[in-house]
T-cell receptor
């Protein structure tokens, strides 16, 4: 059983650029959630994808967008990068059928630095 | 605005000591989870509690969900250096997201 893999592990971008982060979910999981974790903070929910559709969104602007593919892998896209977007971006997969009590399996994250 | 507040924020103790981490909110949660995160890694799920008053034990770790399902605690007995990490609580309210706490950074000194 493979875990959640994210790529790249580290990334440096310039303010105003666009970035795409990728995530392969754990085998058998059909739901992917993305979180942003600023230094010294707990993760903040960006959005969730289920059956290739956005299935809930946190308090993030529209320049944060995503995709889920038929194999349940996912992408997070951020346009017009700002300095405050510097953070660890975490992808978490889960199995929707198990309900809200079932926890996430997180990837190791992508560390994004915007300069 | 953080729905879940954790205390203490930082904790440094000697190996063998006991400790308790608290996770508090004014909101009710249908489930509460605890994760441990090590530097450069994603959080790893330790436990899920769903019933008010529920107590779960995982070796030296004891987790309790408050009767009103607004708070939780994590107690570690005889801490070891391998327990070092960031401990995060996360609450679910039946929707699509979990609300994470501010985290407690634990250092266990050999």
């Amino acid at each position: 059983e493979t875990g959640v893999t994210q790529s790249p592990t580290h990334l440096i971008k310039t303010r105003g650029q666009q970035v795409t982060l990728r995530c392969s979910s754990q085998s058998g999981h059909n739901t992917v959630s993305w979180y942003q974790q600023a230094l010294g903070q707990g993760p903040q929910f960006i959005f969730q994808y289920y059956r290739e559709e956005e299935n809930g969104r946190g308090n993030f602007p529209p320049r944060f967008s995503g995709l889920q593919f038929p194999n349940y892998s996912s992408e997070l896209n951020v346009n017009a990068l700002e300095l405050d977007d510097s953070a660890l971006y975490l992808c978490a997969s889960s199995l929707a059928a198990l309900g809200v009590g079932y926890g996430y399996t997180f990837g190791s994250g992508t560390r994004l630095t915007v300069v | 605005t953080q729905l879940l507040e954790q205390s203490p924020q930082f904790l440094s103790i000697q190996e063998g000591e006991n400790l308790t981490v608290y996770c508090n909110s004014s909101s009710v949660f249908s489930s509460l989870q605890w994760y441990r995160q090590e530097p450069g890694e994603g959080p790893v799920l330790l436990v899920t509690v769903v019933t008010g008053g529920e107590v779960k034990k995982l070796k030296r770790l004891t987790f309790q969900f408050g009767d009103a399902r607004k708070d939780s605690s994590l107690h570690i007995t005889a801490a070891q250096p391998g327990d070092t990490g960031l401990y995060l609580c996360a609450g679910g309210q039946g929707g699509n997201q979990f609300y994470f706490g501010t985290g407690t950074s634990l250092t266990v000194i050999p």
